[in-house]
């Protein structure tokens, strides 16, 4: 069984910052890919930034600039740091991490956490 659990959002004013944790635990190899994704009330699930192994980073160009995504392979977790942080930030946070177990590779979400900035 594999879990990935996020934590650290919250409230916070605008051009406030806060830092989400997601850590993988369970049985696999390795984990490739790891990302984090929001929804807002009645919108699409949308990628906020990826990472890979050998951390190569990409970004949604609404975040560029004022979020970094990082990760520790030796904990199985990745990292956000909101800096700046907007209105339009606030939806749920969820983790995503491509785990390699059994030669091949899964996708695996987490529960999500919730981010809400105020104006």
């Known amino acids: 069984q594999v879990q990935l659990v996020e934590s650290g959002g919250g409230l916070v004013q605008a051009g406030g910052s806060l830092r989400l944790s997601c850590e993988a635990s369970?049985?696999?190899?390795?984990?490739?890919?790891m990302g984090w994704y929001r929804q807002a009330p009645g919108k699409q699930r949308e990628l906020v930034a990826k990472i890979s192994r050998e951390t190569v980073t990409n970004y949604a160009s609404s975040v560029k600039g004022r979020f970094t995504i990082s990760r520790d392979n030796a904990k199985n977790t990745v990292y956000l740091q909101m800096n700046s942080l907007k209105p339009e930030d606030t939806g749920v946070y969820y983790c995503?991490?491509?785990?390699?177990?059994?030669?091949?590779?899964?996708?695996?979400w987490g529960q999500g956490t919730q981010v809400t900035v105020s104006s």
């Open positions: 995503n991490g491509d785990v390699f177990k059994l030669f091949r590779t899964t996708p695996y």
């Open positions: 369970g049985s696999f190899a390795r984990i490739n890919d």
